[in-house]
């Protein structure tokens, strides 16, 4: 066992030494563990303290008010302290994974040295003791973190065997932490690849979604396809490996996927719609005439695999549904031509809560183009020109206009498509002359199209 000075100071709160202190007077041991003293060490803020003694469960549950018991069989519970919810597991060694997730057996009474053997990563594997102020490294773990390497506790191929989300999650750290996987622990990601394929699909969507808000996404989805994993769990994505496109394009269309990814400044629906943008140009690809390759509508064929993976994975339908949206209106292609009733289609096509998504967007696809970012000067005048009509209060959708289906069946036009159709032509007569929007106006107008729609004078 080594015991090794912290690599930055690690200071915890008030609360948390209160909460070791209960440990230390009943005669226990308390050691606070994982992430939280990773990132400590590496002087990052760190959250989510886990804590690991050898009180057994019970003993946790009498000592606290306030417990919840998330894995009591397994020696887990979660402390409700001040505020916080500490996870606390009592010291334990596993064996047997037959379910590639969960232990078969677990023998509690072991050492702390024993408990951080069956981690997964030596960065994850160390121990703080408060009251001594001291870590327990047994395996190297602030060595690690010194050469910024991400190794697996003991032999990487059983403990990917253990749990196959590892494989995942050592892509993840890479990408948050810029860390290098060392080559044992990265040759079995690569042989033990088909342990993922075993995750539920939630499990895989809270990684992927971690990997994708971290400071260099793209990092962590080339670790993946370099193993043979990507394919595995975004098999959509991978099929844009050597789609080469035109024009200025200097990427094929994975590795344009991947650039837009990280220049995408946003939150995760944001990095979800750049990363699946162009998802659909492998299937729309088509060589002209003149041996240049067209990607015609691929938008559209994008829109409909973005949704048919993101279900697969279990996203939320909201986050979906804008996912979505902004792939499908992605291909705007603004020019000073336009007219305002063009302004207003656009607005109306893309919604306004969408707008600055949709912008940022645009402008991570800009950059994925080439690696550099561009100036914005179109961007920057379609804003502008939305700005105009938004500040006009103009009629943008069917619920701005000035009558709605009552008015139309006081004039005798049918609830159902019929009237669907009517509301959407006199939406189109308004977004292209504001000053129809007034009920008097639109009644005359919808009078002269029934005969249009099969429905009389």
Known sequence: ????????????????????RVFKDAGHSLYFVGGAIRDSLLGRRASDFDAATDAGPEAVVALFRRVIPTGIKHGTVTVLWRGQEIETTTFRSEAGYSDGRHPDQVRFGVSIEEDLARRDFTIN???????????????????????????????????????????????????????????ATLSAMALRGAAVESLSPERVRDELSKTLMSPNPSRGLRI?????????????????????????????????????????????ELRL?????????????????DGVPTFHR?????????????????????????????????????????????????????????????????????????GFGTDGRSLGALRARVEEVLAADSTLGLKDLAIGGKELADIGVPRGPVMGRMLAELLEAVLDDPALNTPGRLIEIAGLMKGKHGLGP
């Open 1 to 20: 066992m080594a015991i090794l000075p912290v690599l930055s100071p690690l200071a915890l709160s008030r609360e948390l030494l209160e909460f070791a």
């Open 125 to 183: 594997a160390m121990a703080y003791e408060p009251f001594e102020r001291r870590i327990v490294d047994p395996h190297g773990g602030a060595a690690d973190l010194r050469a910024c390497l991400i190794r697996a506790v003991g032999t990487a191929s059983e403990r990917f065997d253990e749990d196959g989300l590892r494989i995942l999650r050592a892509a993840r750290f890479a990408s948050q932490l810029g860390f290098q996987i060392e080559a």
């Open 273 to 289: 719609a750049a990363l699946f943008h162009d998802v659909g140009k492998s299937r729309a690809k088509a060589i002209g005439a």
């Open 224 to 268: 993946l396809e370099d193993t043979g994993i990507l394919v595995r769990i975004l098999p959509e994505l991978a099929e844009g490996r050597g789609v080469e496109q035109k024009g200025s394009h200097v990427f094929d269309v994975l590795d344009h996927s991947l650039v837009a990814l990280d220049a995408a400044q946003g939150g995760l």
């Open 298 to 370: 691929h938008e559209e064929i994008s829109a409909t695999m973005t949704e048919g993976a993101l279900r697969r994975l279990r996203y939320p339908n909201a986050t979906i549904d804008s996912v979505v949206h902004l792939v499908a209106q992605h291909m705007f292609n603004y020019n000073d031509s336009w007219s305002d009733g063009a302004v207003r289609r656009f607005v109306a096509r893309v919604g306004r809560e969408s707008l600055e998504g949709l912008y940022a967007l645009r402008r991570a696809d800009a950059t994925g183009m080439t």
